[in-house]
């Protein structure tokens, strides 16, 4: 049995002109674009850029955050470990600004044999070292420091940043 479902060819579809809105959609964009560019444009030109102020000398910064530190009273608080922390993180952050060296990334030792190797002046190496090490007791050792020992830590911090420091300061 044959059946007749097999139908004939159509004949092919004419598209009408279907890129014929293409140049007006892309002219909408363009125009689009252009007032979008030129109001970001005017903005951005109306925008006062504040003037760039110079960084502060590492001794200011050092001497105000020693006392930032006394005027926590963390000593009358009774937490000397947390204040040897911070105290020794001031001197790290000093140094780091001052001469360009990772201090706050090295231990005590790493940190003087570098300082050493770029020709620091060896009185105020050893000085910070010690200083460094003393806190370290604290920090990891568990040392529980006299209240001498307490303010001559802070002493010494004060006179490492005044000694080590170029211009004249007058110490806190």
């Known amino acids: 049995m044959i059946m007749n479902d097999v139908r004939p060819l159509k004949a092919p579809v004419e598209i009408k002109d279907a890129l014929q809105f293409l140049p007006v959609i892309i002219l909408v964009l363009l125009l689009a ?8 444009f005017k903005k951005k030109r109306h925008v006062k850029e504040k003037p760039i102020e110079p960084p502060r000398p590492p001794e200011e910064t050092a001497f105000e955050e020693l006392r ?16 040897y922390i911070r105290i020794s993180d001031i ?8 001469y360009n060296v990772l201090a706050l990334d090295k231990t005590t030792w790493e940190l003087y044999r570098e300082l050493r190797a770029k020709n620091f002046n060896r009185a105020h190496a050893d000085m910070i070292r010690d200083f460094l090490e003393d806190c370290d007791l604290v920090k990891f050792a568990k040392y529980a420091p006299a209240q001498k020992e307490i303010e001559e830590i802070y002493a010494r911090a004060k006179e490492i940043v005044a000694v080590t420091s170029q211009q004249c300061i007058a110490v806190l």
């Open 91 to 98: 001197i790290r952050k000093y140094i780091e600004r001052k």
């Open 68 to 83: 930032s530190l006394i005027e926590a009273r963390l000593v009358e608080k009774g937490m000397i470990k947390e204040y």
């Open 33 to 40: 674009s252009a007032i979008a560019g030129f109001f970001y």
